[in-house]
């Protein structure tokens, strides 16, 4: 595999951009090397600089749910281009985007579009906050709800990827309001609600976390969430930005049946482009400027042209059938891979729910950050790398969940078997 217009590609970001890199996982740091420059996508593939194709299991973190460059979705965008490039004021796009979200998410009654999760998940604490007149909030060990500064402390994604604990540049106090649980504790959780429930804004979870590889909550564990942050007049806010349109067309709650006060989503409802939103129950979203006294806003929010992407992607995954044959994908690939892996002797388990999927050198999948930090991560670095070798372009952090795309068929699946085979059996010996 030549990849000499990479490293050059490299070599001069490295020169003026911090680490060379826009967005720190990219840079290979947690498996060694140095990352591919990808110059196109096509369905489930991805072509680098110097023209080698792999299959796709990012889908730029999850953001590509029907494939790379898909027709409709390329026409869509090429279209609004046409019209104008954005204008600041309100636009049709935006609502017929808040439309299709209040009902394919029915605890959303009223939404916001935003640029990023980040924003998402920044804006919907400070609503939880202004709402209940409290400060204090909750997040969990290993979930990532982005950078901003009061949800950066044991973060998942890129700040566990590099070891780091915290954030240098966080001032103490920006999360002194800030407490951490454990993940799937439910012990843990009445614990801190009979101390501080009365005080608490907010709790922020990923119900289906996928910043510390992929880990399921338990039900029991959502439910006893849901009936304490009732108890207390607390806001729960789930953070979909990942599980949302990917676990199912209304996201983690839906498969759970339990209702968020307050949903942030991103990735797959831009369709690769800057879209994010939050939203939640109108009493609460009516706290916003203009209406409420929570001041919340984006020159670029509801872009019409980011909004065309999303728009054409959830005009594809809201059809019929679309989740269960994509499901079914995922279930088969987890099987590939579970059985690549017993057929080398290595110690290996694997799961999907809906089209994201983990994968873990651990005889069980885990339940929590600590039981992710024992998988076994120095095997996945020359698991990804001989992936990478075979064709086949994972995550680069063990820490991180996979993704496919409708794009991803039974040919995808066969050649990815093959890879797997070789790749199991390199690192087995
Ligand atoms: C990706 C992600 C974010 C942050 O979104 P950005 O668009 O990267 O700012 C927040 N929460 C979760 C669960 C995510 O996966």
Redesign the pocket.
């Known amino acids: 595999m030549k990849v000499a217009r990479s490293a050059e590609l490299f070599a001069r970001c490295c020169v003026c951009i911090p680490g060379g890199v826009n967005s720190p996982v990219r840079a290979f740091r947690s498996v060694g090397g140095d990352p591919l420059f990808i110059s196109a996508g096509d369905g489930a593939y991805l072509i680098d600089a110097d023209g080698n194709r792999y299959i796709d299991y990012v889908c730029s973190?999850?953001a590509q749910l029907v494939g790379h460059a898909h027709p409709a979705v390329v026409a869509a965008v090429q279209q609004a281009a046409t019209n104008g490039l954005g204008f600041g004021a309100p636009t049709e796009s935006e609502c017929r985007f808040a439309e299709t979200l209040v009902v394919a998410i029915p605890s959303m009654e009223m939404v916001r579009a935003v640029s990023?999760?980040?924003?998402?998940?920044m804006s919907a604490i400070r609503t939880a906050r202004g709402y209940t007149k409290r400060d204090r909030i909750v997040k969990f060990a290993g979930?990532?709800?982005?950078?901003a500064d009061s949800l950066l402390v044991a973060a998942g994604?890129g700040a566990l990827t590099l070891a780091l604990p915290s954030c240098a540049g966080v001032p103490s106090n920006a999360v002194a309001d800030t407490s951490v649980l454990p993940y799937n504790d439910t012990q843990a959780l009445s614990d801190y609600f009979a101390a501080h429930g009365d005080s608490t804004a907010a709790v922020i979870i990923?119900p289906i976390a996928?910043?510390m590889n992929l880990i399921c909550a338990e039900a029991e564990f959502l439910q006893t969430l849901r009936t304490l942050c009732d108890q207390h007049g607390t806001v729960l806010i789930f953070?979909?930005?990942?599980?949302g349109f990917r676990v199912a067309a209304g996201g983690a709650q839906q498969l759970y049946n339990i209702q968020p006060d307050m949903t942030?989503l991103?990735?797959v409802v831009g369709g690769g482009l800057n879209v994010?939103a939050f939203g939640g129950r109108r009493d609460i979203m009516q706290s916003l400027a203009p209406l409420g006294d929570v001041y919340q806003a984006g020159t670029l929010s509801g872009n019409p042209l980011a909004l065309s992407a999303g728009l054409a992607v959830l005009d594809i995954i809201l059809s019929e059938g679309f989740y269960p044959r994509i499901s079914e994908n995922a279930k088969q690939l987890t099987a590939t891979l579970s059985a690549a892996a017993t057929a080398a002797g290595v110690d290996f388990s694997c799961k999907s729910i809906g089209a994201m999927f983990g994968i873990y050198f651990a005889a069980q999948p885990p339940a929590n950050l600590s039981d992710a930090e024992q998988c076994d991560t120095a095997r996945f670095p020359q698991f990804f790398h001989a992936m990478l070798a075979n064709g086949v372009y994972l995550a680069p952090s063990a820490f991180e969940a996979g993704f496919i795309s409708a794009a991803h068929d039974s040919d995808t699946l066969a050649a990815t078997k093959i890879a797997a085979e070789k790749s199991f059996a390199e690192i087995a010996t």
């Open positions: 973190w999850g990023s999760g980040t924003e998402a998940t979930c990532y709800h982005g950078h994604s990923e996928g910043n953070d979909e930005v990942m599980s942030c991103g990735k994010a």
